[in-house]
């Protein structure tokens, strides 16, 4: 299966992510040959196999529903790249 | 000062020999004389000589612990607290971390002296430190070579003895690889075993920090500081921490140690295979009987692997907004365009393949196809491993096809670079623990011994790489710089 230009920006936008114009012809090349190493998955028959989502089989595990952090925002916020009265700021998004 | 072990060093800590900041001002001073190298992102002088005046101090009272004021580093995806913690990237090259990952937290409990913060992959993504925003990692023993990756900075440090020893993360072969490459002794634990809490994450499934050190007792000191239960890491694991060391002397007779035909078929170069053949027949004389074995779900490990990491990498790296920490472009129009073009911005080239692939594989109507999939062939890869394990204690092969390549020479084709990595991500997906063992040179570059054991047999694998060391000179021989 390959992928074309225009799946390529699709697939950025759904991820939030800037790729240079110039770069979306080696992305849809590198992401094409990636899916082609991936379909050599089908070989394997996987009918009635259990996906496996953690190596050892954990559950996360749970904890008591309690306060455990103390208020930190300052010390958060002193590394934020905009704030305001506690605030993290972005551009206005309700006009 | 630089050549000794960390028991040596312990113990000339104690007779007073030389002081803890007199061994911190050696190392710093030999950091500096090897900049080329570019090893270290950050280098906490200050901090690690007050660090080292605190540890004479606590010598002074007689405190024990192997690593009071051993000067240590750290992979630059750990969290530390007031000092720069990048990942090797653009996107954090201004995030001082406002606290310590527990790894840190327990070397800093010990008394260790933090030298600095070590080179890498950007977010851990790549083979090479090529993908590093603060430039590549040169080989210390073929300096046109790369030091393999991503914990590239840490096996060039302590290769070329600008640490004592150091840390590493691995997701799918990032500490064994490189110290393969710089002939050092790594070792990736069972998933779960170290914290992953403050350790920046790649693929959470997946990732698992670990020792690089120069020999196997010293990844044994290193282990026993970094490994333990921890409340932070919904995914660490509960289980006692043995002692490492305690068992690094049992003799390996009867030994069962199983070779996957698979990892010597096709692909892997003659000379490699040599150094692998000299090694086993080592074994041998040491009492080990060696197994031919098949493992036939390895062969899929690349297509699983590189469909689960990116799409985990893909979720984890969605943090990264531009909008509480890190990078933020100038003037955004929007907030998408704030997203857009702060990730655009910040993230390099292979990051942004691996988000795009793992966006692609988990959107709609795909996830079925290459995400549940890759996980359906992840159990089978960690039956192979379950059964063979079950018939012999451990199982070895090479850490990688070739000896270190040279660096740019991959940098194109990054399927290629994918497909090198063949030998260790099936570890990964199975979360059993594996080291890379120094066993020997090809071209005057160190090849590496892979030994993969059952989940939380560290203490076996130790034993087994300890053994090898007491019969040869491997882990000992140091690049010419």
Redesign the interface.
């Known amino acids: 299966m390959s ?1 074309t230009a225009d ?2 920006n699709k ?10 114009k110039q ?1 979306v012809e080696s ?1 849809t090349k ?2 094409s ?2 899916l082609e ?8 028959d ?1 009918s009635g ?8 089989d ?1 559950v ?2 749970l ?1 008591p529903d309690v306060v455990t952090e103390t208020n ?1 925002r300052g ?2 916020q ?5 704030v305001e009265d506690g605030l ?1 700021l ?4 309700i006009e | 000062m630089h050549t000794q072990s960390i028991s040596q060093l312990a113990r000339s800590l104690r007779t007073r020999e030389f002081s803890s900041v007199e061994l911190t001002q050696h190392f710093l001073q030999r950091i500096k004389q090897h900049q080329d190298l570019n090893a270290y992102i950050t280098v906490t002088e200050e901090l690690a000589l007050a660090q080292a005046k605190a540890a004479d101090e606590r010598l002074a009272a007689g405190e024990d612990g192997l690593l009071l004021g051993l000067p240590i580093a750290q992979k630059d995806i750990f969290c530390t607290l007031g000092v720069k913690t990048s990942c090797g990237s653009k996107m954090l090259d ?3 971390a ?1 606290y310590n990952a527990t790894v840190v937290e327990k070397f800093n409990a010990q008394g260790a002296v933090l030298l600095g913060k070590l080179n890498m992959d950007e977010f851990a993504m790549g083979s090479s430190n090529e993908t590093s925003y603060y430039g590549v990692v040169k080989n210390p023993w073929d300096t046109t070579a790369v030091p393999g990756g991503s914990s590239g900075g840490s096996a060039a440090a302590v290769a070329a003895r600008l640490a004592v020893c150091a840390t590493g993360t691995d997701t799918g072969g990032s500490i064994r690889q490189p110290a393969a490459f710089c002939g050092i002794t790594g070792l990736k634990p ?3 075993r170290v914290s992953r809490y403050g350790m920046i994450a790649y693929a959470s ?2 990732d698992q920090g670990g020792p690089m050190a120069r020999s196997a007792e010293d990844a044994a000191a290193l282990l026993q500081a970094m490994a333990g239960f921890d ?1 932070r890491d ?2 660490s ?1 509960n289980q006692p921490v043995p002692d490492y060391s305690a068992g690094l002397d049992n003799p390996l007779a009867g030994l069962k140690i199983g070779l996957p035909k698979e990892f010597f078929s096709d692909g892997l170069s003659d000379d490699v295979a040599q150094v692998l053949q000299d090694a086993i027949d080592e074994y041998r004389k040491l009492g080990a009987q060696v197994i031919d074995i098949s493992m036939p ?1 390895l ?2 490990a ?3 692997y ?2 689960i990491a990116p799409a985990e990498c ?1 979720a984890n790296l ?1 943090r990264f ?8 472009c100038e003037n ?10 702060s ?3 910040a ?1 390099g ?1 292979e990051v ?2 691996r ?3 793992g ?2 594989a988990l ?1 709609a109507g795909y996830y079925d196809a ?1 995400y ?9 890869i ?1 039956e192979d491993f379950k059964k063979a394990l079950a018939e012999v204690d451990v199982i070895m092969g090479p850490v990688t096809p070739t000896t270190a390549f040279g660096i740019g020479e991959k940098m194109g084709d ?2 290629s670079m ?1 497909l090198a990595d063949i030998y260790t991500i099936a570890i ?5 623990p594996a080291m890379s063992v120094p066993v020997g040179f090809s071209n005057g570059k160190p090849v590496g011994l892979q030994i993969i054991g059952n ?1 939380f047999a560290e203490d076996r694998l130790l034993n087994v790489a300890h053994q090898y060391q007491q019969v040869t000179g491997w882990h000992q021989q140091a690049p010419d710089i």
Do not use: C, W
């Open positions: 992928l799946d390529v697939i950025a936008h759904l991820a939030r992510l800037g790729i240079d770069d992305y590198d992401l040959g990636m190493l991936m379909a050599r998955m089908g070989e394997l996987t196999v259990e996906p496996m989502a953690h190596p050892l954990q996360q595990r904890r930190q010390h958060f002193a590394i934020a790249p905009k993290y972005v551009p206005k998004v | 201004n995030f001082i406002p069972t998933y779960g499934s997946l409340e919904s995914t694991v779900n062969k899929l690349i297509p699983a590189y469909v893909s969605s907004d531009g909008v509480r920490f890190g990078y933020r955004p129009a929007d907030l998408t365009d704030l997203y857009t073009r990730r655009g911005e993230f080239k942004k393949r988000i795009l692939m966006t692609y959107s290459y549940i999939k890759a996980q359906k062939v992840r159990r089978l960690s990054p399927i994918y990964n997906l199975a979360g059993v989940h």
